[in-house]
T-cell receptor, first 114, second 110 residues
Framework: GAVVSQHPSRVICKSGTSVKIECRSLDFQATTMFWYRQFPKQSLMLMATSNEGSKATYEQGVEKDKFLINHASLTLSTLTVTSAHPEDSSFYIC??????????FGSGTRLTVV | GQNIDQPTEMTATEGAIVQINCTYQTSGFNGLFWYQQHAGEAPTFLSYNVLDGLEEKGRFSSFLSRSKGYSYLLLKELQMKDSASYLCALRRDSSYKLIFGSGTRLLVRP
């Protein structure tokens, strides 16, 4: 089946630094990738939608200059958290549409900003 | 916009049946999904409804009423491993965005 590989699974970074999260579609072409953030005991909140070769579409309230999304190829989408702060600590997860009505999710990235 | 409501927590007994409800309001509807999520892991697909009625898949069934903006997930023969969060998610029209409800944490007790 369609698999999305997400890396890193865990990352700890210092406040003020940037962190890049990668999602790769291994056996299919991901035209569209969705990026979610999940705080403890909360549900997944959609941050943005990225389409290969075009600018990402951000949900209301999400800072596009802080959360940089790049979808330069059909198999790779990246999310860069710039100038990270402790309040950015969260679980970030990507999801790609697959044939039919389904979606496949990455395994998630636990970001801790200290 | 859309609004998706689920109970925050539920508790049930091993071997029993539990029904998790989801009510929604949306300006565009293109399918409703149920996912299971264990803490720190990716969501796992359980079911998909786009037409009214009941979809059954093993121990899991999902029901949809589009006119009422209502869905439920039915879990039968509960097992301890079913303790998890259950997420109701709407797909909106042509954008294919998947918008998640707040999730229901289910605790299965012996």
């Amino acid at each position: 089946g369609a698999v999305v590989s997400q890396h890193p699974s865990r990352v700890i970074c210092k406040s003020g630094t940037s962190v890049k999260i990668e999602c790769r579609s291994l056996d299919f072409q991901a035209t569209t990738m969705f990026w979610y953030r999940q705080f403890p005991k909360q549900s997944l909140m959609l941050m943005a939608t990225s389409n290969e070769g075009s600018k990402a579409t951000y949900e209301q309230g999400v800072e596009k200059d802080k959360f940089l999304i790049n979808h330069a190829s059909l198999t790779l989408s990246t999310l860069t958290v710039t100038s990270a702060h402790p309040e950015d600590s969260s679980f970030y997860i990507c999801s790609a549409r697959v044939d039919g009505h389904g979606y496949t999710f990455g395994s998630g990235t636990r970001l801790t900003v200290v | 916009g859309q609004n998706i409501d689920q109970p925050t927590e539920m508790t049930a007994t091993e071997g029993a049946i539990v029904q998790i409800n989801c009510t929604y309001q949306t300006s565009g509807f293109n399918g409703l999904f149920w996912y299971q999520q264990h803490a720190g892991e990716a969501p796992t697909f359980l079911s998909y409804n786009v037409l009214d009625g009941l979809e059954e898949k093993g121990r899991f069934s999902s029901f949809l009423s589009r006119s009422k903006g209502y869905s439920y997930l039915l879990l039968k023969e509960l097992q301890m491993k079913d303790s998890a969060s259950y997420l109701c998610a709407l797909r909106r029209d042509s954008s294919y965005k998947l918008i998640f409800g707040s999730g229901t944490r289910l605790l299965v007790r012996p």
